[in-house]
Nanobody, 115 residues
């Protein structure tokens, strides 16, 4: 069973930065891709960023130019560097991994952007 553990969330002021981490219990290069999603209260869970096994990345329009997804395969960890954070970025951020038809989720980490 694959386990994903997110960390790095917290409270930050508008304009600030945070780096989220997602540590996997297995080799992240074995996944077709890994992704970050977020879900604000009352909203659906939305895709934020993806990184494929070939290192291709994609971003939601709302975070392009502000967020960067990366990975350290030696540590089996994927990161989401978030800059210029705004109140609308407030959400629970989830890590996701895909291997064929299988999907794995972390428990989420809360990000609050507020002054």
């Amino acid at each position: 069973q694959v386990r994903l553990v997110e960390s790095g969330g917290g409270l930050v002021q508008p304009g600030g930065s945070l780096r989220l981490s997602c540590a996997a219990s297995s080799r992240i290069l074995s996944f077709d891709y890994m992704a970050w999603y977020r879900q604000a209260p009352g909203n659906q869970r939305d895709l934020v960023a993806t990184i494929t096994s070939g290192s291709s990345t994609k971003y939601a329009d709302s975070v392009k130019g502000r967020f960067t997804v990366s990975r350290d395969s030696a540590k089996n960890t994927v990161y989401l560097q978030m800059t210029s954070l705004q109140p609308e970025d407030t959400a629970v951020y989830y890590c996701n991994a895909a291997a064929g038809w299988r999907r794995y989720w972390g428990q989420g980490t809360q990000v609050n952007v507020s002054s």
